[in-house]
């Protein structure tokens, strides 16, 4: 089975730090994405990625940056966090071609004070 | 952009009621997939439709897309309390770049009253 790993489950940041979410995927799938859930929104895309060195910007890039230097691993960052990023982060990862299937991540539940 | 609209919102059935969640989008959709997301889990796929009209089951529920290939529906006979959750429509469209992304519906909350 493909694994998504979030590396926090929880995090509270103050305004104005920098954060950084990991993603690992271990399936060596090209593709990956971060999106955001909020009540009543569902998920928006932030930034995917096709590929190592790759970005894409999503539906909602702003406020948000990402790294993709490995193919396993996908980085979200907000360079200075504000309380409306306070959020649901979810991973995902897929395999092109195929069914596409989104494999997800636990999410990161993010607080910002 | 591509809009995706999903209703209801939230839906609570007693057991053993039927449910039903749609999902519509402004374009004409290559596929259209289902995801669940179980309270306090992320969300995990369900199926993937693909042809116009097409219908596929998976115990008690019924996956459909519509003829025009813009609207699909998820409909569960005689929920039971394991049905609980949010289900989500996805879709695939392009972003600004070229490159293809997965929109989400905005997701229906379905709760089951034992």
């Known amino acids: 089975d493909v694994k998504v790993t979030q590396s926090s489950r929880y995090l509270v940041k103050r305004t104005g730090e920098k954060v950084f979410l990991e993603c690992v995927q271990d399936m060596d799938h090209e593709n990956m994405f971060w999106y955001r859930q909020d009540p009543g929104l569902g998920l928006r895309l932030i930034y995917f990625s096709y590929d190592v060195k790759m970005k894409e910007k999503g539906d909602i890039p702003e406020g948000y940056s990402v790294s993709r230097e490995k193919k396993e691993r996908f980085s979200l960052i907000l360079e200075s966090a504000s309380t409306n990023q306070t959020s649901m982060y979810l991973c995902a990862s897929r395999l092109p071609g195929g069914a596409n299937v989104l494999t997800f991540g636990a999410g990161s539940r993010l607080t910002v004070l | 952009g591509q809009q995706v609209m999903q209703i209801p919102q939230y839906q609570h059935v007693q057991e053993g009621e039927d449910f039903t969640t749609y999902c519509n989008s402004s374009?004409?959709?290559?596929?259209i997939q289902w995801y669940k997301q179980r309270p306090g889990g992320h969300p995990v796929f369900l199926i993937q439709?693909?042809?116009?009209?097409e219908v596929k089951k998976q115990k008690r529920l019924t996956f459909q897309f519509g003829e025009a290939k813009k609207n699909s529906s998820l409909h569960i006979t005689a929920t039971q309390t394991t049905d609980v959750g949010t289900y989500f429509c996805a879709v695939p469209n392009m972003n600004s770049g070229g490159y293809q992304k997965v929109t989400f519906g905005t997701g229906t909350k379905l709760q089951v009253i034992p």
């Open positions: 374009t004409t959709l290559s596929n």
């Open positions: 439709l693909v042809k116009s009209g």
